[in-house]
Structure formats: structure tokens, C-alpha cells
């Protein structure tokens, strides 16, 4: 075989050839930087990433100028290094080596690996146990996020499910607008969040909401309370979540609203089963009761949190330990004090809510949605996340208290009444 037909093996797929021709004949078939190329190149095809690495070593020597392999060689790096990272074992400062050459012999330009490696590198940092914030954000300081791709990625997984996973854009300004916010960077961080709101990107697992809650916190942190209000109230009617609730709470207890702080905690208290993520709010009001000299209400916080610290193997905290509860509510158990405190909790929401009553009329068949039609037989339309206390078994004629919200129709535009805060009867 003529050595020179390195470059028509190629072209004709056939790399497995491409590598037997050079190890048969290295000095006449690697004479140029094409030819080079082609080798390389081969491996990769072939998933030899290693391989590739190896020749790009005397490469380099030969041609150290030339940057012929820069792409496929970053691309190599990323597939056999980069992406294969694992926390637990390898070393994060060799890993940054290996990021900083990508940023040494690439640009953000099409089919270029720059902008993988970079995201790459910015999610393993936030996987860490202490996430360096100010590394991550001088990375993502290095992409244009105008350059970044704005539309979400799908994929079949093994059992042929399509996946659909957040666009690049989507990831820049979700990682970089929580690096702002951490590092106190709150107006910058409010700039990010409104330049992400504003773009075409389609956002994946309420990204958009969330980014307007972190706006909110920003805005809560430099005092603007009113406007971190007004955003929360809006984010309400669309998204559910206790975190929006319990910023709310903050507001209302820093602007001498006790009666709707009480409010918007319970509505947080209620929102799931999940008690052990709420311990700091549990924390926050009992200090609030104990304020308006409310010590029973108080006393059953600091008991749940005591029980939650105990359940989850916690250290006590000093200030709930050093509390000393009346007998009576010292000895409840773990279903005593949640059987009370939802009482306490759901008295405290009907008190603040005009509620309707009605009955589960229609459920789709995917079980995330219906129709609740009230005693008047008016339909309003329901999610499944407008239940105050998530219900995995939603059924046809159930009975339900709930209360309006205006949305907008998808299908006609158009602002129509919805049922929410629903609780079953």
C-alpha cells in the first residue's frame, strides 16, 4: 500500500486502515501537518481518545506552532478527561490544567468543544462541597452567553424515553446568576435575571420562575422589600413553591405585618411533608410567636424542630435546646406535634382565604390536571401543584375547598379564574 494514500483512507472512513499504514510506515506517511491530522483524527473516530493525546505529544514537538489539532485535541481531552471527572477521587486543580490549555488553543466558535468544556468545568464546581463562586463566575466570564445555543437539548434515553435537558444559555445564566447572588453581587445578580427573562431562551423545570425568585431575594437583600413583595405576589399565581412563601414571610414580619406573615408560613408549612427543608423557617417562627408573647404556638416549633434534629441525626442547636417547653408539650410525639400544628396551620390559612367548595368533576387522563366545579356548578380549571398538601391520588368527586386565581389561557389568551390553594374536605 503507497503511503501517500493516507488522506484516501481517510476520506473513505477507513481509519482502522489509516492507523496500520502509519505504524507500518511513520516516517513517509506522517511527513506534514495533514497528515497528522488524519491520524489523529482516525483514533477519534475510533474513540481512542488516549491515543490521540499521545501523538499530539509529537505533534507538538515537530510543529509548535501549528494549531492544525487544536480542536480535535480539546475534544479528546474533554471525552477522556474532562467529562469522565469524578469528584471523589480526582484531582480538581489538575482538572483546571487541563480546562486553562482548552482556553489557551480554543475560541467559542461552531463545532469548537470551548463552550462543553467551560460548562462542564462550571458544573463540577458546583458540585463540590465548598463551591468556589468566584472561580465559577470569572469561567463563565470567558463565554458569550449571546453566542450560546437557546433551545433545550432531547434525547431517547436506553428504555427510549425522550429526555429533554436545559440549552447552554439556559445553563450559563441559571450557574451565573447564582454565583452573583452567593457572592453578594445582588444588582449584578438582578441584571442577569433580567437579561435571562428577556431572552428567546425556552426554559426547562420552571428555570424562569426560579430566576425570578432569585431576583426576588436579591431585591429582598438591598432593602427593596415592597418590590421583592410585588414580584413574589405575581410569582404566586403561577408557581408554587414554599420558598416564594417563606421570602414572603420575611417581608411581612420586617414590615410590621404580623397577620399575613402567619399567613404565607403556614401556606409554606402546608406545602409538603418534607419538614426537615424547613428548619431554619420553623426557627424563624417561633422567634416570631415568642415576639407577640404567643409561647404555646412557639413551644410547638421548637419541639417539631427538636424531633426533625433527632429524626435526621442532627447536632442540637443552642438556641432551641436552651428553650425549656412546658411539660405538656415536651412529651408530644412526632405525630402529636404535626396532627397540632396542622390544625394550627390550616386554621391560620382558612382565617386569611375566602374559600369555595366544590367537587372534582373531570381528571385528565395524565393525572396532573382537571376540573373542580363549584356549588354553583361554575368550572374553574386545577393543577395538580395548586393542591396546598400534594396528593399523588387525585380522583373524580372528591370533595375540595380551594380559592380563585386569575390565569392566562394558553389556548384562547385570555385571563380566566383557576382553583387553587385546593384542600381536600
Known amino acids: 500500500m503507497n503511503p501517500h494514500d493516507l488522506k484516501k483512507l481517510y476520506k473513505e472512513n477507513r481509519y482502522v486502515d489509516v492507523i496500520e499504514l502509519v505504524s507500518q510506515f511513520p516516517e513517509q506517511t506522517l511527513?506534514?501537518?495533514?497528515?497528522?491530522?488524519?491520524?489523529?483524527?482516525s483514533f477519534y473516530k475510533l474513540k481512542k481518545y488516549d491515543k490521540c493525546l499521545e501523538v499530539y505529544k509529537n505533534f507538538r514537538q515537530i510543529f509548535p506552532k501549528s494549531s492544525r489539532l487544536d480542536s480535535i485535541i480539546c475534544w479528546s481531552l474533554y471525552h477522556s478527561k474532562i467529562k469522565q471527572f469524578d469528584s471523589q477521587t480526582d484531582d480538581l486543580e489538575q482538572l483546571q490544567k487541563?480546562?486553562?490549555?482548552?482556553?489557551?488553543?480554543?475560541?467559542q466558535v461552531e463545532y469548537s468543544p470551548f463552550s462543553t468544556i467551560i460548562l462542564k468545568f462550571v458544573d463540577i464546581l458546583f458540585d463540590q462541597?465548598?463551591?468556589?463562586?468566584?472561580?465559577?463566575?470569572k469561567y463563565l466570564a470567558t463565554l458569550d452567553n449571546n453566542k450560546l445555543n437557546d433551545h433545550p437539548y432531547s434525547f431517547a434515553n436506553k428504555e427510549g424515553k425522550m429526555i429533554v435537558t436545559p440549552s447552554d444559555r439556559e445553563k450559563w445564566f441559571t450557574k451565573a446568576s447564582k454565583a452573583l447572588e452567593n457572592l453578594q453581587f445582588y444588582t449584578k445578580c438582578i441584571e442577569c435575571v433580567d437579561a435571562a427573562l428577556s431572552s428567546p431562551v425556552v426554559f426547562q423545570n420552571n428555570n424562569e420562575y426560579w430566576l425570578s425568585y432569585r431576583k426576588a431575594k436579591c431585591l429582598y437583600q438591598l432593602g427593596e422589600l415592597f418590590e421583592a413583595e410585588s414580584l413574589l405576589l405575581v410569582l404566586t399565581n403561577s408557581f408554587k413553591n414554599w420558598n416564594?412563601?417563606?421570602?414572603?414571610?420575611?417581608?411581612?414580619?420586617?414590615?410590621?405585618?404580623?397577620?399575613?406573615?402567619?399567613?404565607?408560613?403556614a401556606l409554606a408549612s402546608t406545602f409538603d411533608q418534607f419538614h426537615k427543608a424547613r428548619v431554619g423557617l420553623y426557627s424563624e417562627l417561633a422567634t416570631f410567636y415568642l415576639s407577640y408573647d404567643m409561647e404555646e404556638q412557639a413551644e410547638l416549633q421548637i419541639?417539631?424542630?427538636?424531633?426533625?434534629?433527632?429524626?435526621?441525626?442532627?447536632?442540637?442547636?443552642?438556641?432551641?435546646?436552651d428553650y425549656v417547653l412546658r411539660e405538656g408539650i415536651d412529651q408530644l410525639t412526632w405525630k402529636e406535634v404535626s396532627r397540632l400544628l396542622n390544625i394550627q396551620w390550616q386554621t391560620t390559612i382558612a382565617e386569611n382565604k375566602h374559600f369555595l367548595e366544590g367537587t372534582i368533576r373531570i381528571v385528565f387522563p395524565h393525572g396532573q390536571s382537571g376540573f373542580i366545579i363549584d356549588e354553583n356548578g361554575k368550572s374553574y380549571y386545577f393543577s395538580r401543584r395548586d393542591f396546598m398538601v400534594h396528593n399523588n391520588d387525585i380522583k373524580p368527586n372528591q370533595k375540595v375547598k380551594f380559592t380563585l386565581t386569575y390565569r392566562v389561557d394558553k389556548k384562547d389568551g385570555e385571563n380566566k379564574p383557576n382553583a387553587t390553594d385546593i384542600m381536600s374536605v
Open 31 to 41: 511527513q506534514n501537518e495533514w497528515d497528522y491530522f488524519y491520524y489523529t483524527q
Open 98 to 107: 487541563q480546562v486553562d490549555f482548552t482556553l489557551e488553543r480554543c475560541s
Open 129 to 137: 462541597n465548598n463551591i468556589n463562586y468566584l472561580l465559577a463566575l
Open 244 to 265: 416564594i412563601y417563606h421570602l414572603l414571610f420575611k417581608i411581612y414580619r420586617d414590615t410590621n405585618r404580623p397577620k399575613e406573615a402567619l399567613n404565607v408560613a
Open 303 to 321: 419541639k417539631l424542630i427538636r424531633l426533625i434534629r433527632i429524626k435526621e441525626g442532627w447536632r442540637s442547636d443552642k438556641p432551641t435546646m
